[in-house]
């Protein structure tokens, strides 16, 4: 039998998505919400995108005491055991939803 074809020129590509990062960044937003800290869908709502990148910041920090003081056990968050740079992930995607969908930028700040 003669193989199907399926046109995926000019598609995004999923497979450039490591699937396992993909899953636990669902895994860190779900627990976030089981815990009560946050409501679903929040990160939709308004948020100050400098307080994303507070989180951001704070995130980054510890990944990077973790690798230069050579303590992988530092790469988890120990409040809730979730991945620090899943976290940044997350917080990225917010921002990048807060910057598309809600922040209004003050043109006459650059005047």
Request: with cysteine; hydrophobic share 35%.
């Amino acid at each position: 039998m003669e193989k199907g074809v399926k046109d995926s020129q000019n598609k995004i590509m999923t497979n450039e998505i490591w699937g396992q990062f993909q899953k636990d960044m669902a895994a860190a937003m779900t627990v976030s919400k089981s815990n009560g800290k946050y409501p679903p869908l929040n990160w939709m709502k308004p948020i100050d995108p400098l307080s994303l990148l507070e989180s951001i910041e704070r995130h980054f920090l510890e990944v990077k005491i973790a690798l230069q003081e050579n303590k992988p056990n530092l790469l988890v968050d120990e409040t809730d055991k979730q991945d620090h740079l899943v976290k940044i992930a997350n917080n990225c995607m917010m921002l990048h939803y807060q910057l598309i969908n809600h922040y209004k930028f003050d043109e006459s700040k650059n005047q």
